[in-house]
């Protein structure tokens, strides 16, 4: 079993910036891959940015050049650095593993980020 526990979010305006923190527990190896989600009201999750434990990285085209995910590997953390947030971009965040390494049972409860004058 898996936890995962999303925090951050919050409320900024058009242009801002926030960073956001994942810490996952409960497995004894770290997973290869982690990723951040996002779901939006009215539409489907969708992955925003994915990390493997190298260090190499992946970004959904509407994020890419604003958004920055990393990760300690020694203390379970994923962080998403987001600058330059739009509208668009108001959605609940979560963190979980990506590809073959998604815990499809093991969503947390996300974190609100809120972009809005």
């Known amino acids: 079993q898996v936890q995962f526990v999303e925090s951050g979010g919050g409320l900024v305006q058009p242009g801002g910036s926030l960073r956001l923190s994942c810490a996952a527990s409960?497995?004894?190896?770290?997973?290869?891959?982690m990723a951040w989600y996002r779901q939006a009201p009215g539409k489907q999750r969708e992955l925003v940015a994915s990390?493997?434990?190298?260090?190499?990285?992946n970004y959904a085209d509407s994020v890419k050049g604003r958004f920055t995910i990393s990760r300690d590997n020694a203390k379970n953390m994923v962080y998403l650095q987001m600058n330059s947030l739009k509208p668009e971009d108001t959605a609940v965040y979560y963190c979980n593993g990506a590809g073959k390494y998604l815990w499809r049972n093991y969503w947390g409860q996300g974190t609100q980020v809120t972009v809005s004058s």
């Open positions: 990390v493997t434990s190298g260090g190499s990285t």
């Open positions: 409960g497995t004894i190896f770290t997973i290869p891959t």
